[in-house]
């Protein structure tokens, strides 16, 4: 019996507590963003024991970056975003260039549960990849440039408004390619560039796996 009121005096001061913590202790504040700046690429990260990374990172983004602005005749307008991140228990990599170009790198170790990935550097594997997303999707025309100017930036499409993928289109009419044009693409590059190393070799399962 005293236990039990103990533990409900305890439960009380608790709750009371509660939103004096919420609102003014820094424990429930998200760390603040830094970032690095390197030609043609911004880093956002949120840890200081991630800025180790960084310099090999801007390294390695320089070098695919320029291989691609080669092959395919790329020309840029805007700095690439790279948000460095470890989120997940594995590494991974997202891309888009909507509504700027901006690539998600998460940090981990890769899983290689299905699939055939060249495990040298995956830093210097993951930028060969994701570029490729940015170059062939933020590669414009002409006439896509003069949308951009007409909409003040590229348009991205908004579930409340289903008008905007016509005018995502206008602006970045090849990033709604299918994916499997997108991620085949992206596969052959990164292989080919990282020495015939790559998920290219990989079976059938794993392409239907990476187009799901």
Known sequence: MVLRQLIRKLSFIFIL?????????????PPPLKHA??????????????????????????NSFSMHQKRFGYESFE????????FGDYGHGGADALPTNNVSLGIAPFSYAYETMPAYDRFNWLMHHELVHIV???????RDRIFRSLFGGKVSPSIDNPLSIFY???????????????EGMAVFVETWMSGGYGRVMGGYDEMVFRTK
Request: aromatic share 14%.
């Open 17 to 29: 507590f509660i939103p004096v913590l919420g609102s003014g202790s820094s424990l429930f504040k």
């Open 37 to 62: 700046h390197a030609p043609g690429l911004k880093v956002i990260y949120y840890h200081p024991l991630h800025e180790y990374a960084i310099p090999h990172l801007a390294n390695c983004f320089m």
């Open 79 to 86: 700095d690439v975003v790279i948000l460095l991140q470890d």
């Open 136 to 142: 062939t999707t933020d590669m414009s025309t002409g």
């Open 168 to 182: 995502g289109y206008l602006t970045t009419p090849r990033r709604y390619s299918p994916r499997w044009y997108h």
